[in-house]
């Protein structure tokens, strides 16, 4: 290019720009090759710009729609040329768009990339995406020439330079000396290192295109290219006695067809040997003059992408290499998809489409964190030209807004807009069929593919129990998909639990407490006897879990029991029921002077204390009734209540209270304590009924911690521990400890020295809780007792909108300072 005029204006790089720049040159040499694959998505990018601006303004012309590259050997080194006829910039644009990042996590990118090794920033990349400054991967110097199309605001665009050199902190932007080249668009030139010589061999631009950018573009990517061959010379004049030569032997030619000709015709084997021996004429041949040869240079444009696009191919005849890189290109993914799967369908609404989605190797951690969907799920085409991918938040319910998918619609008007679509009732249907696919799509793993079953529910098993929460008609679809540990199996479904239930089990028997280890919950005291008889019980350790057992209420006729309330059923209690009465009966009778006294004494915990059927080992455990807490969802409410976002909750204090202490008759401990009580009620003394109340209270704590609760003052509770513990080692229960502590110094009389004020912000006056705090704190919000009211999806993942946390302390803040300055006033 021309040395730049007199309008020339330096500018210089943001300071983020210098550092990527930086990290790009001294880190990624090994990475060089991805140069190509940002600059080409960076032309598509602009392409789908200028189509789209050109629907709505018809002064714009959409045509040619296209990329070019172009290798140019030279002295001095040789330049990578690529050309997209898209949007263009004009000198502001280039300036901003390519002078300064915009890009989110750019600073947590630099972070990272600057404190690792060098060999270790590769991995960052495919995350990060270096667009247009991967330009200086392979060229030391870059010019950038760009024309907007002609607008009624700018009628008549000049086309300028971006030029920059990769160790220098600005750069120039100039109007182009060579004045409109391109037409529209932009032109990147890359003036090649010295050591990046063999980007201008076209077999390897090739590779590279099919490799990372066949699918990342639908529009053609033309490679000029330059054959030199040697063929005869159509310019050469021959001589005379070389003209009757040639006269000749095309005679002779001309002659050889018409046998030939005979042959075709007539397949007679005697003809065909007359042929081979006119073919063998020797001398005559020898009679025809050489033309002299000449090396001739064809240039030709070549398209790199001519495969029609991939969902509109028969999937038979498309690889699992060409759907992850076409995955890996769409979507800006750096790893392969988890499943994937292609059809045809028609929207129920008379529009036929293709489509293709996809199953993300993993869910980032903003679709826990926020309550909105991800709203680019779904890339919509009409007749394979890109529209959006942006369908607004009803494209996808929030649960399966991590879905990635390319719709191409066959009959769809080409400028429909995206609130158009919104209003039609194509996106709906389209959502529901995606929606049904996918269900298919997992069903079918999950029978067929375990091992991938359980890698996808790794990540999307809470996001499918999500969408099974939410109801509508695919409830039961999704939650025959989810997956739990019992106590006695890893990773079961219900079909799986009902399958192998026992002759007479009604109930299927699950116990839940979020965030514990399946292992935990297996030795809870509420699965001993269900697991010493052998029966199943399902862990539930998911937030979602219990509120889905609650709605789902049975499974193919089987009732869900929390194994911590009261109503299990074993299923074969009426095998003798008179022996079971009697049993007891007679259980009831000898333990009565028990069970009264200790009625008396847990009264303020629970409503009444009753022989257990489901204890084996343990002397008691706390039951919760059918609509009480059970301990999940008590601690759950138990941070809301206290925050007094309820208030004094008599809802609260009535589902806590709704507890029953179970003892376990053929445990050593309660016959001792009947012993005793009998005993204490047939000789009245103090210091033994005192003692026994000091047991009963250790108990009863004891029998809440151990089902899972909190014990409801544990100074009194350790108080109470130490005197049975100076009991039984014999110490006196009014030793005190030897008093040996160093009193602090008297008061300090000097003064401190004024420090400077110090300006106070909010994060260091209040530090807002953490995300994870926040989630743990708000969590417990559910609406109600499950079991009793539907709880929505929606209403549970507003918890999380960090959002209207944040603003409503922000309003706090502000009424604070209006309060302090009126009473300043
Ligand atoms: N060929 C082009 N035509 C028009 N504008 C372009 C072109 N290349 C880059 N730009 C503009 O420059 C901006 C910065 O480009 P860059 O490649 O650095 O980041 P990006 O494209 O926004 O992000 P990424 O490449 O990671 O997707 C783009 O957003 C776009 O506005």
């Known amino acids: 290019q021309d040395a730049p005029g007199a309008t020339t204006q330096k500018h210089e790089f943001q300071s983020d720009v210098a550092r990527l720049r930086n990290i790009v040159i001294n880190s990624l040499y090994s990475h060089r090759d991805v140069f190509l694959r940002e600059l080409i998505s960076n032309a598509n990018d602009a392409l789908e ?36 006829y898209g949007i263009g910039m ?17 600073s947590d990118f630099l972070k990272k990339a600057e404190g690792d090794a060098p060999g270790d920033t590769s991995s960052l990349i495919g995350q990060f995406g270096l667009g247009f400054y ?25 086309q300028h330079v971006f030029s920059s050199v990769s160790d220098e902190a600005s750069f120039e932007i100039y109007p182009d000396p060579r004045g409109n080249t391109i037409g529209r668009g932009t032109e990147i030139t890359l003036v090649l290192k010295e050591d990046a010589k063999d980007y201008l061999d076209e077999a390897k631009i090739r590779a590279l295109v099919e490799k990372h950018s066949a699918f990342s573009t639908s529009y053609p990517i033309y490679l000029f290219t330059r054959k030199t061959e040697e063929i005869p010379d159509p310019d050469y004049v021959p001589t005379e006695e070389e003209q009757i030569e040639f006269t000749d032997a095309e005679e002779e030619e001309e002659s050889k067809d018409e046998v030939n000709i005979k042959v075709d015709v007539d397949e007679d084997e005697a003809v065909v040997e007359d042929v081979t021996e006119t073919k063998e004429a020797p001398e005559e041949e020898k009679k025809k003059p050489v033309i002299p040869l000449k090396n001739v240079t064809t240039e030709e444009w070549v398209q790199l992408n001519d495969q029609p696009p991939l969902w509109t191919r028969d999937s038979k005849n498309v690889t699992q ?31 036929s489409f293709k489509a293709l989605f996809f199953i993300p190797p993993a869910l980032g951690p903003e679709f826990w964190q926020s309550p909105k969907p ?25 649960w399966v807004s991590w879905l990635r998918a390319v719709v191409d619609a066959d009959d769809l008007p080409l400028n429909v807009s995206r609130e158009t679509l919104q209003s039609t009732r194509f996106l709906r249907q389209i959502k529901q069929v995606l929606i049904r696919r996918l269900i298919s799509l997992l069903t079918r793993i999950a029978e067929e593919e375990p091992e991938k079953f359980k890698k996808i529910t790794e990540t999307y098993g809470p996001a499918l129990k999500l969408g099974a929460m939410e109801g509508g008609k695919d409830q039961k679809k999704l ?13 079961i479904g219900l079909e799986e639990y009902v399958a192998s239930r026992k002759k007479g089990q009604t109930q299927i028997f699950y116990l839940a407490a979020v965030g514990k280890k399946p292992e935990e919950l297996s030795g809870s005291v509420f699965v001993e006897k269900l697991h010493a008889r052998g029966y199943e019980v399902l862990l539930l350790t998911d937030p979602m879990d219990e509120i889905l ?9 089987l009732t869900f029991q929390d194994a911590a309330k009261k109503g299990l059923k074993f299923g074969d209690e009426d095998t003798n029921p008179e022996d079971e009465k009697a049993e007891e009966a007679r259980l009831e009778e000898k333990f009565k002077p028990l069970l009264t006294w200790l009625k008396e004494e847990a009264k303020d915990t629970v409503l009444d204390v009753v022989i257990s059927n489901r204890l084996v080992t343990s002397p008691c455990a706390i039951v919760s009734d059918t609509y009480g807490y059970s301990a999940n969802m008590e601690k759950l409410m138990a941070s809301q209540v206290s925050k007094g976002v309820r208030g004094t909750d008599f809802m609260h204090d009535w589902a806590k209270k709704q507890k029953f202490l179970e003892i376990n008759p053929r445990s050593p401990l309660i016959e001792g304590l009947l012993t005793r009580v009998i005993e204490m009620n047939d000789d009245k003394d103090e210091e033994d009924e005192r003692e026994l109340k000091e047991a009963a209270s250790i108990l009863i704590d004891g029998a809440l911690v151990r089902s899972g609760f909190e014990v409801p003052d544990s100074n009194l509770f350790f108080t109470r521990m130490d005197r049975v513990l100076r009991r039984s080692l014999g110490v006196s229960q009014s030793a005190k400890a030897s008093d040996s502590v160093k009193p602090a110094p008297p008061v300090e009389d000097t003064p401190l020295p004024e420090s400077p004020a110090k300006e106070v912000s909010l994060d260091e006056d209040e530090k807002l809780p953490t995300e994870s705090e926040e989630a743990e704190a708000l969590f417990g919000d559910f609406p109600d007792i499950p079991g009793k009211v539907r709880i929505d999806a929606d209403d549970f993942l507003k918890q999380y909108d960090r959002s209207e946390y ?20």
Do not use: C
Not at 91 to 105: I, Q, R, V, Y
Not at 331 to 344: G, I, S, T, V
Not at 378 to 388: D, G, P, Q
């Open 49 to 84: 710009k200028l189509r789209i601006t050109s629907l709505t303004d018809k002064t714009v012309l959409n045509d040619p729609l296209n990329i070019t590259i172009k290798l140019i050997p030279d002295e001095h080194g040789g330049r990578v040329v690529i050309t997209d």
């Open 321 to 351: 290499e060409e759907y992850d890189l076409f995955y890996r290109a769409t979507f800006k993914d750096h790893n392969n998809p988890l499943a994937l799967h292609q059809f045809k369908g028609d929207s129920g609404s008379g529009e």
């Open 479 to 491: 939650a025959a998909l989810a997956r739990w540990d019992t106590n006695t199996r890893k990773f």
């Open 90 to 106: 004009g000198p502001e644009e280039l300036s901003t768009n390519l002078g300064t990042l915009a890009k989110s996590g750019t």
């Open 549 to 557: 057992v609650a709605q789902l209420k049975s499974w193919k006729g």
């Open 134 to 158: 991967s330009s200086f991967l392979v060229s030391d110097k870059v010019y950038v020439a760009s024309i907007p199309h002609p607008s009624k605001a700018n009628p008549n665009p000049t």
């Open 374 to 398: 991800d709203t680019k799920g779904i890339r919509l085409m009409v007749k394979r030209v890109f529209i959006t991918d942006d369908l607004g938040d009803d494209a996808l319910p929030k």
């Open 806 to 825: 944040v603003q409503k302390r922000e309003a706090e803040e502000e009424a604070k300072q209006k309060e302090h300055e009126h009473d300043e006033l």
